[in-house]
């Protein structure tokens, strides 16, 4: 019964977010600064996290089709798919569960805790749209930072190739080029933008509705990581089945 | 003025307010004390419409609360300022951006007109020179004065403060009691302090109303307080050995 509550007030807090909308000269500025803080904040580690993962498929893709009979190209190849079908769009976005998520619930939480909520609305203004709705609407920028995930995920491969040995740059740049799909950049992107709107919101549930202390915020953001995640980890099956099976 | 008729508000089946009724006049500080646990904090939270509330009724100059559309709630909820027991300044603003925030959101000022009543408000707490501090970098005192500056920079009718004092030492708790006063006759404003603090009872209790168990238990003013002969509020207000001299003392001069 509590799962169903709280399914339903998520859905709740969804439609009231849109409701009275903040006056927009500062809803803007709510905007960019929660686009600096949750998308240009994350570059760095999407940055990192893509360039050396990308690195490490190509490694383990060339070690486990070390035959001759398969063509040296098919590294490349694996490592594209792999970066732009699952790995920058899910487990970019499990990580980010983890850094951006926290991040929201403990300031959201916070807030609660220290009755800032509670001002706000006792000045009249709708809490959801002045919190949530800049976190969503700055999270739809989260494609960008996955793009640029893709870009350094086959950059970091080639580089594992050129300076590994594990194939030619010739071979691998072929790889890459081999049976390229525009619908799978499309899908991943879908993707993407569901999973941003998850980690906008899951995140900010878990922070708006908390009630107690300082362990509380604790304990919230560790159950929003973990919803949010299992919610990611779902909503790629459904779409994957919906827009590839 | 605010009149409240009959409040009820239950948690889980449990009643904590019983049916409170009582008139909160324009222009002086009514203060609602009791103990901890006598249902003042949820009171308060009724009034703001934080809390729903069962049965009765909370009427702002005639507007009833719970007849009101969102919007119209909400439109209500601009004409009130609150200081709350922690301050609940935003942490991510100055205190300049905190107070200027109510200006922000409600009015069309320009931002020289916004700067000018920032400037003013911030003066009238004494605190001129505090505009770039960040909230953490205050004291209790001065983040109190912060609130009070935000809760009355848009010009409230209605102004609800939750324990001002609490966490200050008495020197300045006494300041902020007189500032909420002063500011309460200046402005004409309807105050609603919530306070377990017998110092502000004494000082600013124009009007008082005593909640135990979440009933009235008692109404007066800091001047009948001292004549009741209301044990529960006796046993209250005159718990310490203080109080219980001067309580005594001033019946002796009275008398």
Known sequence: MTYLHNIGSYFLMIAEMFRKPTKWSVMKQLILKD????????LGIIAFISFFVGGVITIQTALNIDSPLIPKYLVGFATRQSIVLEFAPT?????MAGKVGSF????????????????????????????????T?????????????????????????????????????????????????IYSF????VFAFVLATIPSFHGYYMKGGALEVGEASTTSFVWTAVAIILLNYVLTDMMLG | MIEVTDLHKSFNGVEVLKGISTTFEKGKTNLIIGQSGSGKTVFLKCLLGLFDYELGTISYEGRIFSQLTEDDKRNLRAEIGMVFQGSALFDSMTIAENVMFPLRMFTKQSKSEMQDRVDFVLKRVNLDDAHKKMPSEASGGMQKRVAIARAIVNNPKYLFCDEPNSGLDPKTAIVIDNLIKEITEEYQITTVINSHDMNSVMEIGEKIVFLKDGLKAWEGSKKTIFKTDNKVVTDFVYSSNLFKKVRKMYLEENS
């Open chain 1, 137 to 185: 609407v700055a999270l739809m920028l989260y494609p960008f930072a996955i793009a640029i995930g893709m870009f350094l995920g086959i950059l970091g491969g080639m580089a594992a190739c050129m300076f590994g040995g594990y194939s030619t740059l010739a071979d691998y740049i072929t790889g890459i080029q081999t049976d390229f799909e525009v619908f799978h950049v």
């Open chain 1, 91 to 95: 487990f970019t976005s499990i990580i």
């Open chain 1, 190 to 193: 879908i993707k993407t933008f």
């Open chain 1, 104 to 135: 929201i619930t403990s300031s959201i939480g916070t807030m609660r805790v220290t009755e800032q909520i509670d001002a706000l609305e006792v000045m009249g203004i709708n809490s959801l749209n002045y919190l949530v709705f800049p976190k």
């Open chain 1, 35 to 42: 686009i600096d803080d949750l998308i240009i904040g994350s």
